[in-house]
């Protein structure tokens, strides 16, 4: 089951009350006329920027003519509800605003889909591996930071939790991140997940080529109510992006990341992730070549005037 999150509330709240204002056919100014708001301030309510007292909501469910008392008590626990502090509240200041965002969103979903180009992502990471990607990146608070991701898993990856399929590019598994010892492990994480009741895996190979958005890593959130918009969640370079609803151009829609991954899932067979893991382990348990040093010209010479290297060691290529 999804967990219940803040996030979530508040934006069923904010959804539920434009549909119910839609139906009664009013407009945004017609009600903040009759409520004696600004025009902004209902605006803010619909779009979840704000939140909105039990008092208030109370007026708004008596304009809309909700009758039925099921429904406003159902309306009133989500607003309670929205007000209260989410698990994730304590790493304010220490992780970006827009990734705290997404965990609301990552603990109500009912399906997660993942894309990442370039790292294990976070809820697959084992300790150690968390941690050389939070040094590099010279991202404040490591230690918290690592405790963060290590909450979301114990939280996400239970037989009762979302759904979540993941394509990594073959580069992820091939990429030494702090050494072959620690990706060994990692890779093995890797393995066992394969067998999780609630984890596909899918590894996008090397000949699979380009594809769209094949640069970005994004996450998609779906939810149980057909009727909630996807949410996308963005990592750029610079910060972190939340997309949801349709006010986005078409080419940087949730809808159209959700077109990718389908089409990538298509390059990415899931029964060939255990044995491009396997390879990756392979590969990263094999000695390291030590290249043999370049023999200078001078060197060559004096060598081979001793017996040891034959003329055509000085030739140019």
Do not use: C
Not at 68 to 79: H, K, R, V, Y
Not at 97 to 122: C, D, H, K, Q, T
Not at 225 to 234: A, K, Q
């Amino acid at each position: 089951m999804p967990l219940t999150d803040p996030a979530l509330q508040r934006r069923k709240l904010r959804d539920r009350l434009r549909r119910l204002r839609e139906s009664a056919g009013f407009t945004q100014r017609q009600v903040a006329d009759e409520m004696e708001w600004s025009l902004s301030k209902i605006i803010r309510i619909e779009t979840g920027t704000v939140g909105i007292s039990i008092t208030d909501l109370r007026a708004l469910i008596g304009y809309y003519g909700v009758g039925d008392p099921a429904e406003s008590n159902t309306l009133i626990g989500m607003a309670r509800a929205a007000k209260e502090r989410p698990w994730w509240d304590r790493y304010r200041g220490k992780a970006d605003p827009a990734f705290l965002l997404s965990l609301g969103y990552e603990g109500a979903a009912s399906i997660m889909r993942s894309f990442e180009p370039s790292l294990v992502p976070g809820l697959l990471q084992t300790e150690e591996y968390a941690l050389e990607v939070l040094r590099v990146v010279e991202a404040p608070e490591v230690e918290a930071l690592v405790e963060l991701r290590l909450e979301r898993q114990e939280r996400l990856l239970r037989p009762d939790g979302p759904e979540m399929h993941f394509i990594i590019d073959e580069s992820v598994i091939s990429r030494a991140v702090a050494g072959a010892s620690v990706m060994r492990r990692q890779i093995r994480r890797l393995k066992t997940l394969v067998d999780h009741p609630k984890i596909t895996l899918r590894i996008l190979p090397f000949g699979g080529g380009l594809h769209k958005h094949y640069k970005t890593p994004y996450v998609l959130y779906e939810f149980e109510d057909p009727e909630e918009d996807f949410v996308l969640y963005l990592e750029q370079d610079t910060q972190s992006v939340i997309r949801e609803g349709q006010g986005w151009a078409d080419s940087d829609a949730p809808a159209r990341y959700l077109e990718s991954f389908f089409g990538i899932e298509q390059l990415a067979r899931r029964d060939e992730a255990e044995g491009l893991l396997d390879l990756a382990l392979s590969r990263h348990s094999a000695p390291a070549v030590v290249p043999a040093p370049v023999a200078s010209a001078e060197n060559a010479h004096t060598d081979q005037s001793a017996g040891n290297v034959s003329p055509e060691t000085l030739e140019t290529p």
